[in-house]
């Protein structure tokens, strides 16, 4: 099951200087909770699919490394600007 595997703390790092780089919205699933730098739009979209209410904490590479688990981690953004970013994101977490 997804939840048994966490993330490492340097993907967890580079995704969260990514999302920092291209200005879109990270979610961090940790356990039963959802970390996210700030309530957004995207992160309100969360709650129609009943997942649990994301806590905003600010600066998320303090609260996550080395401290909270990830076990998934989602970037939030419109379609078209996950479009454009995708293939950049897939390309500097090859093979981790």
Same mark, same amino acid.
């Given at each position: 099951?997804?939840?048994?595997?966490?993330?490492?703390?340097? &993907? &967890?790092?580079?995704?969260?200087?990514?999302?920092?780089?291209?200005?879109?919205?990270?979610? +961090?699933?940790?356990?039963?909770?959802?970390?996210?730098?700030?309530?957004?739009?995207?992160?309100?979209?969360?709650?129609?699919?009943?997942?649990?209410?994301?806590?905003? &904490?600010?600066?998320?590479?303090?609260?996550?490394?080395?401290?909270?688990? +990830?076990?998934?981690?989602?970037?939030?953004?419109?379609?078209? &600007?996950?479009?454009?970013?995708?293939?950049?994101?897939?390309? +500097?977490? +090859?093979?981790?």
């Amino acid at each position: 099951m997804w939840l048994d595997r966490c993330l490492p703390d340097d &993907v &967890v790092d580079s995704c969260i200087q990514l999302a920092a780089q291209h200005d879109i919205t990270l979610t +961090a699933y940790c356990s039963d909770r959802i970390f996210c730098k700030a309530i957004d739009e995207h992160t309100n979209r969360l709650l129609w699919y009943k997942e649990p209410t994301p806590e905003p &904490v600010g600066d998320l590479a303090t609260h996550l490394l080395g401290s909270v688990e +990830a076990q998934k981690l989602i970037f939030m953004a419109p379609q078209a &600007v996950i479009d454009v970013v995708r293939p950049g994101v897939e390309a +500097a977490l +090859a093979g981790r």
